[in-house]
């Protein structure tokens, strides 16, 4: 296992006089799978969300490309290989085929390689009959699949699921683990956020409890890797 | 292509209003313009000169107001006093008269204040204290207005607001008003002209020399307001005091009957 | 005197002839209000967003500022818009009274209010996860805000159409700083203010119905763009 792909250090987070994340470390690997978990409320998607770029930390520090920096100047960087994907996906306006090939137009691609990227994706995903459908038509286990397609046809480093499998019943469960399941066979690093750990038994492969504001490292029942 | 034509066309339209050829402003009061006679006369005075002429109309005070202020670059009104306090206090200069048309006393056909067929304005009015008859004034400081209020001052009775009424509103409106309420007013003749056909009210007096009405031209001062179109101002007043302008305010007529009558006299 | 009916009649005539004074006046209105819609909307959707979706000082007080320009009445703005554009005024030397320029103003000011009000209440409705979803697939800040106002469009029309029909039917401003010059600045609500003071109501109801049936296409498409809207949600 090489070096990891970002460290964050010293990360802490509060809100007014609450604080809800304290002197967190985590390492992201390429091909790993970290499962995060803690109750409701523990200030998971909080973290994430940081991780992700869409949330300020109060302080932390990123080490990223060789470089140490306040996170302020390191997410201007990093940013680009991180998605983060939400509980519920949210999917835009339109077809299933103009939501997977949003994030494309930013990638620096011509028309042509964008319509191949697209066609790739919804063939990685079994989506290529379901294209034309409109957004809002679609059920809780394709959506879900729309929103991964959507961020893996962007080839991203990091993909951070916010509870990825709640509400959804076992075979969209099963679906979703495949999906995950391949994704990091790809070298994506994975973390995901779940309240209930069983699914993900075969998946991850490290995990963390949030509690009381600390990141804390667990013993899964598999022998793990642990971060360092 | 298509989009670019669409977006310059889009564009051009919405900056083409940005960008005029300066007009003459003139400032005129409603009975004038209501008269029809600017719209029957500027489109020979445009045509000579190529002068684009811009006419608003609001009450005698306030066209009075826009001269001050350098709003317009010429006003015509029918105010003889104000005209000339306009000028001494350097607000215009090259004052001239136009043309003149009268006053008249209008009101309900049953006349309850009898003044049909009087000659004297002052006596009507007397009358209309009298028999407290309900009577509409303009109450906006227009040449009507000041007409009204310089007749009320050779009385020794007072209006009262029981029967005495004060609209605030142009000629045609207060007409209107008096209709409605089968009222009394004083009004010029020209809108006269074109509401009687409207009201139910007759023409009751006329013919008094005090309510001759005398129009005056006057050029917005160019030393106050140095921005004025003032050559377009001079080149309207002396053709409209010329022959041609004389001409066509003679033959003006409104309902068949002529209105105004030029004065001869240059000031 | 002709009726009710009498009038309506005449009118319906001197409209469908073609009256060419009656339509230059429709095409004013139409000139001078859609000139300010479209001079507005893009900034006042603009500043909707920021007051929606960044936190500063001030971002509630400016909120309560525009919602209480709603209702301000036109003949306020006019008469401000006047004083201001006067020679006499600080901003005199524009030369810009009575002319359609400054009618556009005037209904910039009044729809600008409407927009930013409608417009951020629309941005409050929207999800949250929009954005986010948008700036972690890569967007740059300016065009995810694109995609969150697609995403609420048809309240953003309804916002518009509304910030127009308040433009297209107000009098009150444009008769005080466009001077109701016929050719120029007459549009339709001063030139029914007009006749009808000199009495002279055919031309008024011509307008007038002009002015009906507009607010009835107005009125029609709001509530399909209102029903559009909930669809989606």
Known sequence: ?228 | MKKICWGTGLLMWLFTSFVQAAPLRLATTTSTDNSGLMRELLPYFEAKTGYKVHVIAVGTGQALRLGRDGNVDVVLVHAPKAELQFVEAGYGINRRQVMSNDFVFVGPKHDPAGLRRLRDSVQALQRIAATQSLFISRGDDSGTHKKERLLWEKLSQKSDPAWYREAGQGMGRTLQIAGELDAYTLTDRGTWLVFRKRLPLELLVEGDPRLHNPYGIIAVNPKRHPHVNHQGALALIDWITSDEGKHLIREFKLEGRPLFVPIETTD | MDGLLGTTQQALQLLLTGNPELWTIVGVSFSVSLKAIIFTTPVALVLAFVLAYLDFPGNRLLLSVFNSLLSVPTVVVGLLLYLLLSRQGPFGDLKLLFTQTAMVVAQMILCFPILVALGHAAMQAADQRAWETARTLGAPPWYAMLTVLYEVRFALITAVLTGFGRIISEVGASMMVGGNIMGFTRNITTAIALETSKGEFVQGVALGLVLLLLAFLLNFLLGYFQGKGKLLA
């Open chain 1, 1 to 228: 296992m090489s070096a990891p792909l970002i460290t964050f250090r010293n990360l802490d987070k509060w809100y007014g006089a609450q604080q809800v994340l304290e002197q967190v470390k985590l390492s992201l690997y390429s091909g790993q799978c970290i499962l995060l978990a803690g109750e409701n409320g523990s200030g998971k998607t909080t973290l994430l969300k940081i991780l992700a770029g869409l949330e300020t930390p109060t302080r932390a520090e990123v080490e990223y490309a060789d470089t140490t920096q306040p996170w302020k100047t390191a997410v201007r960087r990093y940013r680009r290989e991180v998605i983060y994907l939400h509980q519920t996906p949210y999917l835009f306006n339109g077809t299933v085929a103009s939501n997977v090939a949003y994030g494309l137009r930013f990638t620096g691609l011509n028309r042509e390689q964008q319509q191949q990227a697209l066609a790739r994706g919804l063939v990685w995903a079994n989506l290529t009959e379901q294209a034309k459908r409109p957004a809002h038509t679609l059920s809780g286990g394709i959506r879900q699949r729309v929103a991964f397609t959507r961020a893996w046809v962007l080839s991203p480093k990091i993909l951070l699921l916010d509870e990825p499998i709640a509400n959804m019943d076992d075979a969209s469960r099963k679906q979703t683990c495949d999906l995950l399941g391949r994704m990091k066979s790809e070298g994506m690093s994975i973390v995901i956020t779940s309240h209930d750990a069983q699914p993900f038994e075969t998946l991850a492969d490290v995990r963390f409890q949030l509690e009381n504001n600390q990141l804390r490292p667990c013993e899964l029942h598999s022998t793990a890797r642990e971060s360092v």
